[in-house]
């Protein structure tokens, strides 16, 4: 007797149906801001074109042409004028400080960030509340009690009168990156070092700074832009033209030059090509060191 199996019909499928090519998470074209970014882009583009150009004209051209239209006669006559007038001593006496202030600011923002970071403590928070005050005090407010100890302390008209101050007003947003930076490290990385016995010093020099790397480079490049632009101590606590940086020198040009508005804006051009080259090979690590630490 043979038995037959009934199979149960199946229910029946339901179509899906084709989802329309524009969904609600598709991304659509932002055309205010694209409008935006281009206006805004050709707000900025302009003066440095005309800078540039200007840089290249002759001081008949600059009064005659129009200022917007590329110069008929390009010249590097106005280069020339300035170099042969000191510009190499100021470039030097600017590359020194920048780069003296710089070193001076990474190695003690650095030690003090670690510090707060990996000996955590009651001292170490004072340190770094005092430290975050300095972010409200404006340097135009001290600027006469640092001229006053840089007058007593035998530094006027050096460049350590500029490079000092420099390095006490960029220190606290120098920490305040590198702190940000150095808590996302992962703790498990430190205690595997300490677990093979490496020392504090050894930790930071082999972990450490090789983790930081992009944060170390954003502090230089950020700090660098400030000491090399910096004309505020300068101006006070120097005189000589032995001591003077090149934002100082572009005043002493355009009283030198008098109408000779190319030759100034050459000088321009010059003073701005060693910071604009720094950032070309730096930007990455400025953009990520710069958001690193406030995402959370």
Request: charged fraction near 10%.
């Amino acid at each position: 007797m043979t038995t037959t199996t009934q199979r149960r019909p199946r229910p029946p499928v339901k179509m899906l149906r084709s989802q329309p090519a524009h969904s609600h998470g598709a991304a659509h074209p932002n055309i205010v801001g694209g409008f935006l970014s281009g206006v805004w882009l050709v707000i900025v583009a302009i003066p440095l074109y005309w800078i540039v150009i200007t840089s290249l004209r002759t001081q008949a051209g600059f009064f005659g042409d129009n200022p917007l239209a590329p110069p008929t006669n390009p010249t590097l006559d106005n280069f020339r004028l300035v170099l042969a007038n000191d510009f190499g001593r100021y470039l030097l006496n600017s590359a020194v400080v920048t780069v003296s202030a710089v070193l001076l600011i990474v190695a003690v923002g650095y030690l003090c960030a670690y510090a707060i970071v990996r000996a955590p403590g009651r001292r170490t928070r004072q340190v770094f509340n005092v430290l975050l005050l300095g972010l409200a005090i404006p340097l135009q407010a001290t600027i006469i009690p640092i001229y006053l100890m840089i007058v007593k302390a035998g530094l006027y008209d050096n460049l350590l009168a500029i490079i000092l101050p420099s390095v006490a007003f960029a220190l606290p947003i120098t920490v305040l990156i590198l702190v940000n930076f150095l808590r996302d490290i992962p703790g498990p990385l430190f205690e595997a070092m300490r677990i093979d016995g490496a020392s504090d010093w050894q930790t930071m020099l082999r972990l450490a700074i090789p983790l930081s790397r992009p944060a170390i480079v954003t502090v230089a490049i950020y700090d660098g832009l400030n000491v090399w632009n910096g004309f505020l101590f300068p101006l006070i606590l120097t005189q000589s033209p032995s001591t003077r940086v090149l934002p100082l020198a572009l005043t002493s040009y355009q009283g030198m030059f008098t109408i000779n508005v190319p030759a100034v804006i050459a000088a321009v051009v010059l003073s701005t090509l060693p910071i604009l080259a720094l950032y070309v090979f730096g930007r990455r690590q400025l953009l990520a060191g710069m958001t690193a630490g406030f995402g959370k």
